[in-house]
């Protein structure tokens, strides 16, 4: 069979891959032990050759997939004859196996263009961040090849396979998957280079300027596949929220958070060349958080709603995240004095202690997030007692940090680097504060009476504010030159992507708060309804009319229809469904959303009865929309950054001087 | 616009730089101080941890009506009751079991054989759940083929 001849590449390609990659770490570490160039050289070749195999494993995988072979016991366990063909893509990571050989291929190929890109190939700082790479290669090669291979047999070849979970089979699940593995694994490169300029003593060579763009595409992917993730949830899951502090979810939000510190605080190691040791331990902690999530999913050591299988897999990952640690702190003590900082602060109020502060409640945030998550280990091993730790100690520590963190949001372009002075630091911050007090005031008359909510509104207000006035004062300068008011602020925007980008991110991100604190005025009602009756949900009546059933190959379709009514006057139909899928033999229900920048109506059947009564649950999430619409704002500021060049940021990183355009000082 | 050598000023007027320095440390301090605060205090807020137990752990515990608890276990085959939005059905973890009551909605993965945990309050009889999650079945390894 032609079919099962591609599937058959599958393991001798993952074991070549291996070989490769284990030949890419001996030429590498030779090219940096003994100084010789032409072994780098060849391995870059052997890193690449090794990348080629395993793409060529993920394609046999894929075709295997695409072609039924369920002689595999992952095509046959993750991949049915009725399975819409997108989605059979989608089984690829579906699974522990394929979502590992998937990471595997983002790695290798990541890490081939990382080195053959970089400037300067040839340095020993390059070689070194190669052996790295190539080493964390090895590591997942094997895992492949031994405990976790996506092409063991079955003895008994099913007819068909047992499918991909319905909740997997959305648009969302093609696209989310692949963006955070590629966050995750794109923090390798930055972690790769870090230690490689460490090792090799190359201290001086800006290591985060030559991998600032993996940082930044990194850290975009893993923010926007962390909101396609919440996206996700609440259209699919049907709880009518969309983030509900999983271990699962907190371990793709702690790197982010690791992350998030060190973009802002690598900014001060270019401007001030300070911080070098705390810049490189971020990093390190973002890729051990990030290879610790991986842990986390596939070890079943918590109990999460979608870990992976309980299998041995996830104790290879001790080890491996153990050496990874020691060693990465070995190498920050080992090269301490190289890494110490040149400047000192100057004054407290100044950008470097905003960015500092920035930094500081990030990382708490993260430690937080570490510490709920892991808790309950903690508490069995010490204690003897399980415990979880559940959405409400979250919620309680991330309201306050996150507000200040919002509030730092604001506050920190207004200051300057090094010192500023009074007035001129009170005259920039009295429209921003004039605003937030107004947004609270008209709040409070409006009858909002819950702390939590006026203070982010009003905090959103301050920041939108204090972004818009930095766009207009970097505006001034080209409206001077004659330019409209529109084109001056896209000069702006364009002339100095990485800081008017990074505050489109900032208000992208205003908006996700508004969409947050909007969260507190939810309303949740459940009734069990005839055909023909109705309940009330906010300002909305919902009439249950009845239910329409029809058949396809994959389930059988049971189809609601829910009249909705806002004071008497009808608005629209709904059409939750809750179909049955053969497959799996369980009902999958489908969620149907009125949405509008006010407030989105959220209506799930979760039962129906033989008769045709139903079990609606019905919400009102108000300024859920807002939350979308920041990640579309955040997205388009990642792509402004992303489009600039390096040369502005790398010329200050090397000479050590600030370098701040004419427009901040307007 | 400064220059690399007046960055090297701020090292040499030591006496403000250390004050300075005490300032940050004490800032950072108190940053700490606050957000180790904020963790203990969160953790000791009622609903933010729950016993985590098995079905036989909950069966041996002192009913404690006030304490929250998650118990885990297989819903045993042909035990579901529905009445409305009223659910009753059976948890085992193959040595004892406990009736489970909710009002809530069930998970689309909830059905007979279905790996459950349960959230809510034991009166020493039946369980009150005010949540019942289920494993999705699929992205466990599926089960071996007989």
Not at chain 1, 120 to 132: K, L, M, R, Y
Not at chain 1, 151 to 178: E, K, Y
Not at chain 1, 380 to 393: D, I, K, N, Q
Not at chain 2, 18 to 27: D, E, S, V, Y
């Amino acid at each position: 069979m032609r079919t099962a001849s591609l599937a058959a590449l599958g393991r001798p390609a993952l074991l070549c891959a291996l070989g490769f990659a284990v030949l890419a770490l001996i030429l590498f570490a030779m090219s940096a032990l003994r100084r010789r160039v032409p072994a780098g050289r060849a391995g870059g070749r052997a890193l690449g050759a090794s990348a080629g195999f395993t793409v060529l494993a993920a394609a046999s995988l894929l075709s295997a997939l695409f072609a039924h072979d369920f002689s595999l016991a992952y095509v046959a366990n993750y991949s049915s004859r009725s399975l819409a063909g997108p989605y059979t893509v989608s089984a690829l990571w579906g699974g522990m196996e394929g979502s590992l050989l998937f990471w595997t291929v983002l790695l290798t190929v990541f890490a081939t263009i990382a080195v053959y890109r970089h400037p300067n190939p040839d340095s020993p700082a390059v070689t070194w961040a190669g052996a790295v790479l190539a080493g964390i290669a090895i590591f997942f090669l094997l895992l492949l090849a031994f405990p976790a291979d996506p092409f063991a047999r079955l003895a008994d070849v099913p007819t068909d396979g047992s499918g991909l979970n319905p909740l997997l089979q959305s648009p969302g699940m093609l696209i989310h998957p692949p963006l955070l593995y590629t966050g995750f694994v794109g923090f390798s490169i930055p972690f790769a280079f870090a230690m490689g300029a460490l090792v090799s003593g190359r201290t001086e060579t800006p290591w985060f300027t030559s991998t600032r763009r993996w940082t930044l595409f990194s850290w975009s992917a893993l923010s926007i596949g962390i909101v396609l993730g919440g996206a996700w949830a609440y259209t699919e899951l049907g709880w009518g929220g969309y983030w509900a502090w999983d271990p699962v979810e907190n371990a793709s939000f702690m790197p982010w958070l690791t992350a998030t510190a060190y973009l802002h605080s690598v900014v001060i190691q270019e401007k001030r060349r300070m911080l070098r040791i705390w810049n490189v331990s971020l990093i390190l902690a973002t890729y051990a958080l990030a290879v610790f999530g991986t842990f986390l999913t596939r070890s079943g050591i918590l109990s999460s709603i979608h870990t992976f299988t309980e299998g041995s897999t996830g104790v290879w990952f001790l080890p491996f995240l153990a050496a990874m640690l020691l060693g990465g702190l070995a190498i920050i003590a080992l090269r301490y004095d190289r890494l110490r900082s040149e400047n000192r602060l100057d004054a407290l109020v100044s950008r470097e202690s905003a960015f500092l502060a920035n930094n500081v409640l990030f990382v708490a945030a993260a430690f937080t997030v570490l510490w709920g998550t892991v808790y309950p280990i903690v508490a069995e091993v010490t204690t003897g007692v399980r415990l979880s730790v559940g959405p409400a100690f979250f919620n309680a520590v991330f309201v306050p940090l996150g507000l200040a963190i919002l509030a730092l949001t604001g506050i920190g372009p207004l200051v300057s680097w090094r010192r500023m002075s009074k007035g001129r630091l009170s005259r920039l911050v009295r429209p921003p504060v004039v605003a937030g007090i107004a947004v609270a005031a008209g709040l409070w008359l409006a009858g909002m009476r819950s702390a939590g909510v006026v203070i982010a509104f009003a905090l959103c207000g301050f920041v939108a504010v204090a972004i818009a006035g930095e766009f207009i004062r970097g505006g001034r300068v080209y409206r001077a030159s004659g330019d409209s008011w529109p084109a001056a602020l896209a000069h702006t925007l364009m002339r100095n992507r990485r800081r008017y980008g990074g505050y489109v991110v900032h208000l992208g991100i205003v908006l996700i708060v508004i969409g947050f604190a909007g969260a507190a005025g939810k309303v949740e009602r459940n009734a069990f309804l005839e055909p023909g009756s109705s309940m009330k949900v906010g300002a909305y009546t919902l009439t249950y009319e009845g239910r329409e059933q029809s058949s396809t190959p994959e389930k059988q379709i049971n189809d609601a229809t829910v009249a909705v009514s806002r004071g008497g006057e009808p608005v629209g139909t709904l059409h939750p469904q809750s179909n049955f899928h053969f497959a799996q033999q369980q009902p999958q229900s489908e969620v149907a959303i009125r949405t509008t920048p006010v407030e989105d109506l959220y209506v799930v059947v979760t039962q129906f009865d033989p008769d045709g009564a139903a079990a609606i649950r019905a919400f009102v999430n108000p300024l859920t929309w807002w939350i979308w619409a920041g990640a579309v704002v955040m997205a388009a500021g990642m792509s402004v950054i992303l489009s600039g060049g390096t040369p502005h940021g790398a010329t200050a990183g090397a000479t050590g001087r600030v370098r701040e355009p004419v427009a901040a000082a307007g | 616009m400064q220059t690399a050598s007046s960055h090297r000023q701020s090292h040499v007027n030591a006496p403000p730089s250390a004050k300075r320095r005490a300032k940050f440390i004490i800032g950072a301090g108190v940053v700490l101080a606050t957000v180790v605060g904020l963790v203990g205090w969160a953790m000791s807020r009622p609903g933010s941890t729950a016993f985590y137990v098995s079905v036989s752990e909950l069966q041996a515990s002192a009913p404690a009506g006030a304490e929250d608890y998650r118990v885990n276990g297989v819903v045993m085959p042909g035990s579901i009751e529905r009445r409305g939005l009223d659910t009753t059905f059976a948890i085992t973890d193959g040595r004892s079991d406990v009736t489970v009551t909710t009002d809530q909605p069930l998970p689309d993965a909830f059905k007979d054989r279905s790996e459950v945990v349960a959230t809510g309050n034991f009166n020493g009889r039946t369980f009150a759940a005010t949540q019942v999650l289920a494993k999705c079945p699929s992205k466990f390894k599926a089960k071996s083929r007989a």
